[in-house]
């Protein structure tokens, strides 16, 4: 009994430590730490640039003095013959005499060595794998950029469902408690029975909305989990409330912020397509330059009818060879001057799409800044609507128990708050929101 208690109680002790460590707390700011580091598209991003590298070098490695040895073995399992005439061997004139040349067999040990000397092809492949590098950079600066803009969203979703459901359950709170005193007073025959079904309606409405909210919170999590790279139901802790969020994020600094193109990271993949069209025209111009190579070549030739080849007695014969070759394009039939003519063209269209490109930014540029200008006037105008929406509902909700307003008058009055107050979670989300977007184009992000 005492050892099946311990391991009861190591057994539990393990699943503590397993769901302490398969739960987290995060800020906004250590989400996006997180999610840099662990999401899926930023890992592979990263691992994007190590095999840009790793290309960069092999290209290199092309140019570089190549070693390859070899180790040929020939065993003639019926030697060839050839044939004399007969008078070398002491035969008549006009015969032949059967004879084998060579032993039965042979191998040959060597090693060569190539180099190139020169290839167009090859200079413009360098200048292509530094190209190639730069835009797995960019193209990690782009993903992280997404990534932390995923990240805000999903974020501020989940507090704006949290914040929501407290709303929602205090309104239930509040509904239920007008409607247990309305039903009570309409059986003392002092309020008729269409109040208390117009409350009956609106509390109706509020639970259904209630159960929505709760499966678009679950759904929120779910998501903000996939976008940090965790599991999809692992439990988590938001630090950051929505109101202090928004606060922060209310900067008009960045709305007068440097709106040069180039700085973005779209403009920069954009030029570094242009300068591979680029590069791709070199490389077919560089066809027409002849291509050089050098080569040593050494081994050793073993001979014998028996396989001794490995005998320290063994009578090996060295030989060694240096040449040059050069290769020279003459005459394609034009091919070469088509792909070049090709190239050309789509260098063309790659300086036509930069352009694009630079003014499509421009453009939103100019959205996102408006879009978050408005953003920032939406929040502080749903705030005043809601102050007065609390205040119209509260003089309804009197005026009701008074007898002065009807029951119409106080549901429009509560739909109207309830209206107010999610326009409001709202637009502090979009001040998040479009804060983050202009920040993701602009590329001002400070991490």
Same mark, same amino acid.
């Given at each position: 009994?005492?050892?099946?208690?311990?391991?009861?109680?190591?057994?539990?002790?393990?699943?503590?430590?397993? +769901? $302490?460590?398969?739960?987290?707390?995060?800020?906004?700011?250590?989400?996006?730490?997180?999610?840099?580091?662990?999401?899926?598209?930023? /890992?592979?991003?990263?691992?994007?640039?190590?095999?840009?590298? /790793?290309?960069?070098?092999?290209?290199?490695?092309?140019?570089? *003095?190549?070693?390859?040895?070899?180790?040929?073995?020939?065993?003639?399992?019926?030697?060839?013959?050839?044939?004399?005439?007969?008078?070398?061997?002491?035969?008549?004139?006009?015969?032949?005499?059967?004879?084998?040349?060579?032993?039965?067999?042979?191998?040959?040990?060597?090693?060569?060595?190539?180099?190139?000397?020169?290839?167009?092809?090859?200079?413009?492949?360098?200048? +292509?794998?530094?190209?190639?590098?730069?835009?797995?950079?960019?193209?990690?600066?782009?993903?992280?950029?997404?990534?932390?803009?995923?990240?805000?969203?999903?974020?501020?979703?989940? =507090?704006? @469902?949290?914040?929501?459901?407290?709303?929602?359950?205090?309104?239930?709170?509040?509904?239920?408690?007008?409607?247990?005193?309305?039903?009570?007073?309409?059986?003392?025959?002092?309020?008729?029975?269409?109040?208390?079904?117009?409350?009956?309606?609106?509390?109706?409405?509020?639970?259904?909305?209630?159960?929505?909210?709760?499966?678009?919170?679950? =759904?929120?999590? /779910?998501?903000?989990?996939?976008?940090?790279?965790?599991?999809?139901?692992?439990?988590?802790?938001?630090?950051?409330?929505?109101?202090?969020?928004? =606060?922060?994020?209310?900067?008009?600094?960045?709305?007068?912020?440097?709106?040069?193109?180039?700085?973005?990271?779209?403009?920069?993949?954009? +030029?570094?397509?242009?300068?591979?069209?680029?590069? =791709?025209?070199?490389?077919? /111009?560089?066809?027409?330059? *002849?291509?050089?190579?050098?080569?040593?070549?050494?081994?050793?030739?073993?001979?014998?009818?028996?396989?001794?080849?490995?005998?320290?007695?063994? $009578?090996?014969?060295?030989?060694?060879?240096?040449?040059?070759?050069?290769?020279? *394009?003459?005459?394609?039939?034009?091919?070469?001057?088509?792909?070049?003519?090709?190239?050309?063209?789509?260098?063309?269209?790659?300086?036509?799409?930069?352009?694009?490109?630079?003014?499509?930014?421009?453009? $939103?540029?100019?959205?996102?800044?408006?879009?978050?200008?408005?953003?920032?006037?939406?929040?502080?105008?749903?705030?005043?609507?809601?102050?007065? +929406?609390?205040?119209?509902?509260?003089?309804?909700?009197?005026?009701?128990?008074?007898?002065?307003?009807?029951?119409?008058?106080?549901?429009? @009055? $509560?739909?109207?708050?309830?209206?107010?107050?999610?326009?409001?979670?709202?637009?502090?989300?979009?001040?998040?929101?479009?804060?983050?977007?202009?920040?993701?184009?602009?590329?001002?992000?400070?991490?």
């Amino acid at each position: 009994m005492k050892y099946t208690l311990i391991i009861l109680f190591s057994f539990f002790l393990s699943r503590l430590s397993f +769901a $302490q460590e398969s739960s987290y707390s995060f800020s906004l700011s250590g989400a996006i730490d997180f999610a840099l580091e662990n999401n899926r598209n930023a /890992k592979n991003a990263v691992r994007d640039i190590e095999i840009a590298k /790793k290309e960069k070098w092999e290209t290199t490695a092309t140019g570089l *003095p190549q070693i390859n040895g070899n180790i040929d073995y020939q065993n003639w399992i019926k030697q060839q013959v050839s044939l004399i005439p007969g008078e070398i061997a002491g035969g008549e004139p006009g015969t032949f005499v059967p004879v084998v040349f060579g032993t039965q067999q042979s191998m040959n040990v060597g090693a060569t060595l190539n180099q190139l000397l020169f290839d167009g092809s090859y200079l413009v492949g360098l200048q +292509a794998a530094k190209v190639y590098l730069l835009i797995s950079e960019n193209s990690k600066i782009k993903t992280d950029l997404e990534v932390r803009n995923a990240v805000i969203n999903s974020y501020g979703n989940i =507090l704006l @469902a949290e914040e929501s459901l407290k709303i929602v359950n205090n309104n239930i709170a509040v509904l239920e408690k007008n409607l247990e005193e309305t039903t009570k007073i309409y059986e003392n025959g002092l309020e008729e029975e269409e109040s208390v079904e117009q409350l009956q309606i609106t509390l109706s409405n509020l639970k259904n909305y209630l159960n929505n909210n709760i499966r678009l919170k679950d =759904l929120a999590y /779910k998501m903000f989990n996939i976008t940090l790279g965790l599991d999809v139901n692992t439990d988590i802790v938001l630090t950051d409330d929505l109101e202090t969020l928004t =606060l922060q994020n209310i900067s008009l600094d960045i709305l007068s912020a440097d709106s040069n193109v180039e700085n973005t990271i779209d403009y920069r993949i954009a +030029a570094n397509y242009m300068e591979t069209q680029e590069l =791709l025209l070199k490389l077919e /111009k560089s066809t027409f330059l *002849p291509r050089l190579n050098a080569f040593v070549s050494a081994g050793y030739n073993g001979f014998n009818d028996e396989f001794t080849f490995t005998n320290n007695n063994q $009578q090996w014969y060295g030989q060694a060879l240096f040449g040059v070759g050069m290769s020279i *394009p003459i005459f394609s039939s034009g091919m070469r001057s088509a792909a070049t003519q090709r190239a050309k063209i789509n260098v063309e269209k790659a300086k036509e799409e930069l352009t694009e490109t630079e003014q499509q930014l421009q453009f $939103q540029i100019a959205n996102a800044k408006s879009a978050y200008q408005f953003a920032i006037d939406e929040y502080a105008n749903k705030k005043d609507n809601l102050n007065l +929406a609390e205040r119209i509902e509260s003089k309804n909700e009197t005026k009701f128990f008074e007898g002065i307003a009807s029951s119409f008058d106080l549901r429009q @009055a $509560q739909t109207q708050l309830y209206t107010a107050q999610q326009e409001y979670l709202q637009s502090m989300l979009n001040v998040i929101a479009t804060k983050a977007e202009l920040e993701t184009i602009l590329n001002t992000v400070n991490y």
